[in-house]
Structure formats: structure tokens, C-alpha cells
């Protein structure tokens, strides 16, 4: 164990960036999820296609494979931009730490997709006929009768999307994002403690998935409190 | 600005292609391990002694609740640092990378499959085992007889899904070494720096793959629901 005491701050910053990097993706997620779910949902061809495009394609394709194609796509077509303006320039990359957040999010989110899909048509048609009755817009409706109905249902599936998320957050590390896998690897070079390295990378990894996993359990009884038995 | 290369898209699918016996050794060689190991687990989760549960929650808490990427280190880069695994019996097959990515992905998915299983036999309709126990069928019985096969029925969905993320992970062996479809594919970016025609070319051939899982366990379940569908 004496191999890390030289690395605890560079394993600290690693970790800062991993949940940087989780929350950046996870605002991204919802935002895919609502999108591919209001798209599966309307009433247009053209929208379910494109979402169902999505869908199939992210869930179905390696994340590595999507991380990649991410980072070194915008990459080449970056640099393709840039050479129209400068020809002497000869890489332009777009941060691994963007082309990692928004491939992991895109991954994610197209989970999402299907889960507030089916959560939204969970929410009790009668609700939503009792808002209408009630004169509130179809806005209003979604913001304050819709969604707080469907989170209740959301919310266990949503918890694994988590723990996908944090843990694809270690992909990262191959277009040489600095987080705490990138970080075991240096330290490697120099101590030549691989295991007790990678063994630490998995220890902060299972922390961060213990924490989520307590916090969604806080989340689903704070969303039931409802309907809890008066005692 | 340079337009799709259809050429080398034509020039590089055979080369991605000699891959795929790579990726599906992985994939099935692992998912027979993990689902034994997924059995095992179970078995002995439900068995209902604290000291055989208790590790194997343990197990699945620790494999499910850190990532892939990092177990597959831990084997392959991790493991050479410990002097006894080097002198252990085991140490031809943790030395090639081949193998070290066969046993990470087998613990993992058996950690996700053993939960899937869990979730099917508790699923068993209770009056089920109870009129097994009225008959005089004994606890072995009734779980080979009973409770297996309508478990299976159970979880086939959620196994379905976990044999396509299988699949999906199989594509990190390309981190060590390996030249399964993704490996190969690295190489070519890494040699042409062309990444949307080889990317996209691999992507559409894991897409395959994964369409054909779907429709293989889609067709497992249609028939594996006859009786129930008849009745209807």
C-alpha cells in the first residue's frame, strides 16, 4: 500500500473529475431520455423513426466503439475545419472530456428514452383528462401533472442508468481523459504496482456506485412518501 | 473537406470480418462460464445459510458495482504483480491476454446473470411450489421440476439483454491487446486516421449481431410461451 502514498492527490483530482464528468452527462441523459421519449411518443412518423434510429443504434453498437467514433469523428472533422482556415495546423481535438460526457449521455440517454417512454405511459390517463378539465395547458399539464407522475415510476430503472453512467465514465479514460483509471496507469509506469493501483481504481468506482445506489433508495421513498400507510 | 472513402469501407469489411471469430469465441465461451457461474451463485444465494448468501452478495455487489474496463486491468495488468498468482497453476492462462478477458467477462456477467435468475425464481407463483410440496415432491424436485423451467420462462427477457451487453463488452478486450472486430478496427483508424468509414462499418456489423440475438431469443420465448398463448 506504501506504492500510493505518493498519488492520493492525483487519485483525488481523478475522482473530482469523474463526478464532474457524471453530472455534466447525467443532465445530458435526461434531456436525451425526455427528447427520444416525447419523439416516441408524438403523434409524427418522422419524429418515432428518429427516435427509434436512436434507440436501436446506441443500444445496440459497444460504448467503446461509440466513444471512439466520437472523439477521433470530430477530431478529423475538426481538423478538416480548421485546415480550410490555417493549412498549417495538423490536429484539432475536440476535449475528451465533451466527446466522453455527450457519447456516455447519448449511450444512456437512448436507455432513458425507453424508460420515461414506458413511465410516462404509466402516469393514469384520468389525471391527465382531470387537468384537462380543469382548463390547464397541455405546459402546465406536462410540467406539473405529467412529470412529477412519472419520475415516481422512473426512478428504479433510472438508478441502474446511474450506476451504466458512472461506470462508462471509466471508458473515458482510453481518449486519455484524466480520471482515476487514466491516473492508475501513470502510476504504474512509475511504481510498477499495477494491482494495487487498479485495485484502487475499483474501490473509488464502488463507492461512487454505493452512494448512488443509497441516494436513489432516499429518492424512491421520498417520491413514495404519499403513499406510505399513515401511521 | 474529404467525402466518404466507399473504397476503403469495401477494402477494410473482410479485415474487420477476420475478427469476428474472435468476438464470438468471447462472447460465447464467457456467457457459458458466466451463466454457469450465474447457477452456482444462485444456488447458493438462495440456499438459505447466511454464510453461503452472504459472499455471494458480496460478489455480485463488488462485480456489478464497478466497471468492466477495471476489472479487465485488474486481471490482465493488475494480477502479474502478485508473485503467487505467477507460480500458480493458472498462470499460462492469465498470462495471454486471451484469457484474462474470457474470466473477466465470465465474473462479470455471472455477477448480473445470477441477480437476473434470482429475480425468476422469485417470480414462481408460491400455490405452484406448495401443491409440488403437497404431492410429496422433495426440495430438489420441485426446483428442477417446478420452479426451473418457469423461472427460465421468467428471465429469458432480462438474460436476452444481458447477451447483448455481453456482446457489447467483448469489444473491450480491444484495451489489451486483442484484435477481436473492435481491436481490428482501432488498427485501421490508427494506420488510415479515416474513423467514420471503419467505425461506422463495424458499428452496422455489431448492430447485426445484436438484431440477431434479439430475434434468436425472441423466437426462444414465443416458443417457450405456446401453452400460455394457446389458452388466450
Known amino acids: ?231 | 473537406m474529404r467525402f466518404i472513402d466507399v473504397a476503403l469501407i469495401i477494402d477494410s469489411i473482410p479485415r474487420i470480418l477476420m475478427g469476428i471469430g474472435l468476438t464470438f469465441q468471447l462472447l460465447f465461451l464467457s456467457l457459458t462460464l458466466g451463466t454457469a457461474l450465474a447457477i452456482i451463485l444462485l444456488l447458493l444465494r438462495i440456499s438459505g445459510r447466511w454464510y453461503l448468501a452472504a459472499p455471494t452478495m458480496v460478489y455480485i455487489y463488488i462485480f456489478r458495482g464497478t466497471p468492466i474496463l477495471v476489472q479487465i486491468f485488474i486481471i490482465y495488468y493488475g494480477l502479474p504483480q502478485l508473485e503467487f498468482i505467477r507460480e500458480s497453476i493458472f498462470w499460462p492462462i492469465l498470462r495471454e491476454p486471451f484469457g484474462c478477458a474470457i474470466i473477466a467477462l465470465s465474473l462479470n456477467t455471472g455477477a448480473y446473470v445470477s441477480e437476473i435468475f434470482r429475480g425468476g425464481v422469485l417470480g414462481v407463483d408460491r400455490g405452484l411450489k406448495e401443491a409440488g410440496a403437497a404431492l410429496g415432491l422433495s426440495v430438489t424436485q420441485r426446483f428442477i421440476y417446478i420452479t426451473s423451467p418457469i423461472a427460465i420462462r421468467l428471465c429469458l427477457p432480462a438474460y436476452s439483454n444481458d447477451v447483448v451487453s455481453l456482446m457489447k463488452s467483448t469489444a473491450l478486450a480491444s484495451t489489451i491487446t486483442l484484435l477481436d472486430m473492435m481491436g481490428i478496427a482501432r488498427t485501421i483508424v490508427a494506420e488510415t486516421y479515416a474513423p467514420y468509414e471503419i467505425f461506422l462499418s463495424v458499428m452496422v456489423i455489431y448492430l447485426i449481431i445484436t438484431w440477431v440475438i434479439q430475434r434468436t431469443f425472441g423466437w426462444i420465448e414465443k416458443r417457450m410461451s405456446q401453452h400460455i398463448r394457446s389458452e388466450a
Do not use: C
Not at chain 1, 472533422?77 to 490536429?91: G, M, S
Not at chain 1, 428504479?156 to 492508475?184: C, Q, R, Y
Open chain 1, 1 to 231: 500500500m506504501g506504492a500510493i502514498s505518493g498519488w492520493w492527490d492525483d487519485f483525488f483530482w481523478g475522482s473530482l473529475v469523474v463526478v464532474e464528468i457524471f453530472f455534466v452527462a447525467l443532465i445530458l441523459t435526461v434531456l436525451f431520455g425526455l427528447i427520444g421519449a416525447g419523439a416516441k411518443l408524438s403523434k409524427s412518423r418522422v419524429a418515432n423513426a428518429i427516435a427509434s434510429g436512436y434507440t436501436i443504434v446506441f443500444r445496440g453498437t459497444p460504448e467503446i466503439l461509440v466513444l471512439l467514433l466520437f472523439y477521433f469523428g470530430s477530431a478529423v472533422a475538426l481538423t478538416a475545419i480548421a485546415q480550410v482556415f490555417d493549412p498549417e495546423v495538423k490536429f484539432v481535438d475536440f476535449p475528451p472530456f465533451w466527446a466522453g460526457s455527450l457519447a456516455i449521455a447519448l449511450i444512456i440517454g437512448s436507455y432513458a428514452t425507453e424508460t420515461f417512454r414506458g413511465a410516462f405511459l404509466g402516469v393514469e390517463p384520468g389525471q391527465i383528462e382531470a387537468a384537462r378539465a380543469l382548463g390547464i395547458s397541455n405546459l402546465q399539464t406536462f410540467i406539473y401533472v405529467r412529470v412529477p407522475a412519472m419520475w415516481r415510476l422512473a426512478l428504479p430503472p433510472f438508478g441502474n442508468h446511474m450506476l451504466s453512467l458512472i461506470k462508462d465514465t471509466a471508458l473515458i479514460a482510453i481518449i486519455g481523459l484524466e480520471e482515476t483509471l487514466f491516473v492508475a496507469e501513470q502510476a504504474t509506469a512509475t511504481t510498477g504496482k499495477p494491482f494495487t493501483m487498479f485495485i484502487l481504481v475499483g474501490a473509488i468506482y464502488l463507492g461512487f456506485s454505493t452512494i448512488i445506489t443509497l441516494s436513489v433508495m432516499a429518492l424512491e421513498k421520498y417520491a413514495n412518501r404519499h403513499l406510505a400507510v399513515g401511521r
